[in-house]
């Protein structure tokens, strides 16, 4: 078989190269790292010892790699290659072929076949192959020693020569390389590493012109007998502490520009320029820009030939272009300039960018007043540089709605010196003293007392900084409220977002704007709800819609999932789809509202019953909190006209005409043995309910001492019943329950604290604890809610005929695109809405259609536009 001739002399040659490698890779790897430090040279400057000693160690490492090669050498025969070869080929033919027949020699049928399967066999073996050798030798050296050898020699062939081996018999004989070869020279110059530029070897650079970076690092190396090469330069300007200008080694940095030269047997000169580094620079490129909320953008510009490390902006108060009216007339504290981190690029060239600077400095002192902005940046080698000062309003947030800017103005004043404090507390007191059609709710009159009453307690003794800082937030956050507004001005920034949506849908908005819109849709939808379940009466925490006799519950992450699908539809092109589903939304914003859920007491949980009992205690809270309310503005009211003599005849009328009028006597309530809170039965008896309140708050006038009386025993009336219910919670397992509880607890503890406030007269300290009171209640109702509905989710299945109900959705339950509810409960069906054969015809139709619109003329080009937009994607 002529034919496995080349195959397995091939086979047998990689087998050779095979047992080379896997025998002698200690040997060379012993090699490289013995010839490595040669290349480099590290023998001409090594002690002599220790160059013998090294030599010893690499002579006995090269002997023992050598006989360890040589013992595990084994020259492969031309009988272990052609059977590597037979080896990788099915069923071994070659094999095959040299056998003999064992068994029916002498049956003419069984040669036959042995004859047929040798036949086969040798037109077999003529798909021989070459079979590659294992060169691998990493279960040999599984620490890869192989190639950090390799890497060293490597390394010595690009920063050494081989030329130096040669010198290594000078070193053993002693005798100086430099007595033979004549004097010789190296020298590098290394730009600094700011530049990014590369090192120059001196040696491969002629004489002449040579320019590098000023700053650049000179190394000189002179090899030979010491005076034979001098160095000689002016680029350093070096003048103490010299050294002499024939040491073997030498570096400095360039300066200045000057001369360098190697004297002597093949010396060099260079006239070597220095290129100083430029100093950077840095302009705004525009007009400061601010949104409503107090958000600048302020434009910019840097460069520098090697690029800018850092920069910074200082907001300086230009005390001279400030209008000194009102709360500014006097001298301002002092208000240190303002010093923001310019932003720099997070990658690419920094030679020359263009940034913005955005910040919200809302709430800093200078907000609205002019300043100066000045930009400064620095480069690696120091250098820095400023932009001229350009005077500006700073941007902060605009505030229209009238009290909201008038509470902005007096925030401003205490903050620009504290000095203002008595005109500032004047001013709120002015500002709040007919309070009627002014505040929007109780609570942000509540918020403004307490702001004035801490004032009141800085007249005196004045205030420190963090006081500043504390009332400074606080009348920040009370005007934030004043603008926002409640749930009106929610709905119509709702109503905004969505006809901004709706217009972009008819225009055609891009895929920036969709998102832009879609995200005001979110924020203004969320706000919009929270402040429905705030000015809402106390619910359950459930969002319900009005349905025309039916009801749907509508989750937080189901309005999410919507919007989502509204965006996307958006995105696609298909508008049309978009609007139907933006109109079903409207809709249900509409008729959304947070209400008490109703129901026979029998079909109600423990849980449920829970929820009903604390909102009606917090609805008599917050009666019994308007009452106190109106006697202090009663009270307040008298104290501002001094008439001090009426003060007693005044409450005592206005009691006996509320007396009157509703035919009760002032402390008459909260004397019923039964307690608030219980149903509307009781509450006619106790007057703290609903029904029995208003008789209550009009016999109570102005707040007499009686009258005190009944508030606070109408206080521990409701303190009595709010531990009577949070003894009675459900067994409610969880974080959320445990939360409850702790809110109930500190409730009653306000409770407590605003009834002995009203047992002393002291009306605004009860209205506080009230109103801490109120908060406690209302978190406590809403983490009850949330450790009910974790309850029901942890035990779905527990076999009641409740529990299965509210586990299976109920046929007339339809998601936001009328489609019938999955068997999971969750927006969306199960149906096969097309079945399979229908789906393609269903899509050459619609796709029919589309072509055929696009193709009258008379349509609008928008609608045109869009369908076109449509082919073109589908």
């Known amino acids: 078989m002529r034919h496995l001739r080349w195959p397995v002399s091939l086979t047998r040659a990689g087998m050779v190269a095979e047992q080379v490698v896997r025998a002698f890779w200690p040997l060379w790897t012993v090699m ?55 080896a990788a080929m099915p069923g071994r033919p070659i094999a095959a072929v040299a056998d003999t027949q ?111 970076p000023e700053g650049s690092k000179v190394t000189l190396r002179l090899y030979g007998e010491v005076g034979a090469l001098t160095v000689a ?68 510009a840097a460069m520098d030939d090697y690029g800018v490390e850092a920069g910074t902006a200082t907001i300086t108060l230009d005390l001279a272009a400030v209008d000194r009216a009102h709360g500014l007339i006097i001298d301002p504290d002092p208000i ?11 990658n690419g060239d920094r030679s020359d960018f263009d940034e913005f ?43 229209f709605q009238p009290f909201a800017k008038a509470v902005i103005e007096q925030r401003r004043d205490l903050m620009w010196s504290k000095a203002n404090l008595r005109r500032v507390n004047q001013i709120l007191r002015a ?106 009466e106390p619910s359950d925490g459930t969002d319900q819609a009005d349905g025309g006799g039916e009801s749907m519950e509508f989750t937080q992450d189901e309005l999410q999932a919507l919007m989502d699908r509204i965006e996307e539809l958006m995105q696609e092109g298909r508008m049309a789809e978009a609007q139907e589903l933006m109109e079903q939304l409207n809709e249900l914003m509409e008729n959304m509202r947070v209400t008490q859920g109703e129901g026979g007491e029998g079909q109600q949980s423990p849980g449920q019953q829970s929820m009903q009992d604390l909102a009606e205690t917090l609805r008599d809270q917050e009666e019994l909190s308007d009452d106190a309310f109106r006697d202090l503005q009663e009270q307040f009211n008298q104290g501002q006209q001094g008439q001090q003599g009426q003060q007693g005849q005044q409450p005592g009328q206005q009691g006996q005409q509320g007396q009157g009028q509703q035919g009760q006597q002032p402390g008459q309530q909260g004397q019923n043995g039964d307690q608030p809170g219980q149903g509307g039965q009781q509450g006619q008896g106790q007057g703290v ?26 206080q521990q009336a409701l303190r009595d019943e709010l531990e009577r219910q949070r003894n009675g919670l459900p067994n409610l397992e969880g974080e959320a329950g445990d939360i409850a509880r702790q809110s109930l607890e500190r409730a009653e503890g306000a409770m407590e604290g605003a009834e002995d406030a009203l047992r002393d007269g002291d009306l605004a300290e009860a209205i506080d604890r009230q109103a801490e009171a109120m908060d406690a209640l209302r978190n406590g109702m809403r983490q009850l809610g949330e450790a009910m509905a974790e309850n029901q989710q942890q035990q779905p ?40 054969e229908e789906i393609n015809r269903r899509a050459e139709e619609l796709l029919d259609e589309i072509r055929r619109r696009s193709a009258e003329q008379e349509r609008p080009e928008i609608e045109r536009d869009y369908l076109r937009r449509l082919l073109d994607q589908f």
């Open 336 to 346: 240190e300039p303002l010093v923001l981190d310019l932003p720099m690029p997070f």
């Open 233 to 300: 330069e002016t680029v350093s300007a070096r003048t103490d502490d010299l050294p002499a200008a024939s040491d073997a080694q030498q570096s400095f940095e360039i300066v200045q520009s000057g001369a360098l030269s190697i004297d002597g047997e093949n010396g060099i000169s260079w006239n070597v320029t220095a290129i100083a580094d430029e100093a950077p620079f840095v302009e705004l490129t525009g007009p400061v820009e601010a949104d409503a909320q107090g958000e600048m953008s302020q434009p910019f």
């Open 357 to 399: 600077l955005i910040e919200n400095l809302s709430q800093h002192p200078l907000a609205n007043l002019p300043v100066t902005l000045q930009l400064q940046v620095t480069d690696a080698a120091g250098q820095s540089a400023q932009s001229a000062a350009e005077p500006l309003i700073l941007p902060g947030r605009r505030f």
């Open 797 to 836: 299945g527990q076999g009641s005929e409740q529990g299965d109900t509210a586990a299976r959705p109920t046929p007339s339950q339809r998601d936001p695109l009328g489609r019938e509810m999955g068997n999971i409960g969750q927006l969306g069906t199960d149906q096969d809405m097309l079945g399979r």
């Open 32 to 86: 490289f790292v013995v010839l490595a430090p040669l290349m480099m040279g590290w023998h001409d400057i090594m002690p002599l010892e220790l160059f013998w000693g090294l030599s010893v160690l690499s002579v006995l490492g090269l002997g023992a790699a050598i006989y360890w090669g040589v013992r595990r050498f084994h020259l492969p025969t031309r009988a272990e290659a052609l059977d590597r070869v037979d």
């Open 102 to 212: 064992a068994v029916g020699s002498g049956d003419p049928a069984s040669e036959a076949v042995w004859r047929a399967h040798v036949a086969r066999m040798q037109e077999r073996t003529k798909s021989a192959s070459v079979v590659e050798p294992d060169l691998r030798v990493s279960d040999k050296d599984p620490f890869g020693l192989r190639f950090i050898a390799l890497l060293f020699f490597v390394t010595a062939l690009l920063f050494g020569s081989l030329f130096r081996i040669g010198s290594v018999g000078d070193v053993a004989t002693g005798n100086e390389p430099s007595l033979i070869a004549g004097p010789v020279w190296e020298g590098w110059v290394e730009p600094p590493a700011y530049t990014g530029k590369p090192s120059l070897y001196l040696n491969d650079i002629p004489a002449g012109p040579l320019r590098v």
């Open 431 to 536: 500002v709040s003293h007919l309070p009627e059609g002014l505040f929007s709710n109780e609570t942000t009159y509540l918020r403004l007392s307490t702001i004035i009453r801490r004032l009141d307690g800085f007249l005196d003794i004045g205030m420190n900084d963090d006081e500043q800082a504390e009332v400074v937030q606080a009348l920040w956050d009370l005007a934030i409220q004043l603008e926002d507004g409640r749930l009106a001005d929610a709905r119509a920034r709702l109503e905004r977002a969505q006809e901004r949506l709706a217009e972009a849908m008819r225009n055609g908005a891009s895929d920036e704007e969709i998102a832009e819109l879609m995200q005001e849709l979110r924020e203004a939808t969320n706000d919009y709800m929270r402040m429905l379940a705030e000015e809402s």
């Open 689 to 714: 309910g609903r029904d029995g309140q208003t008789g209550e708050e009009r016999g109570n006038g102005a707040g007499g001492e009686g009258d005190q009386q009944s508030l606070a025993e109408r």
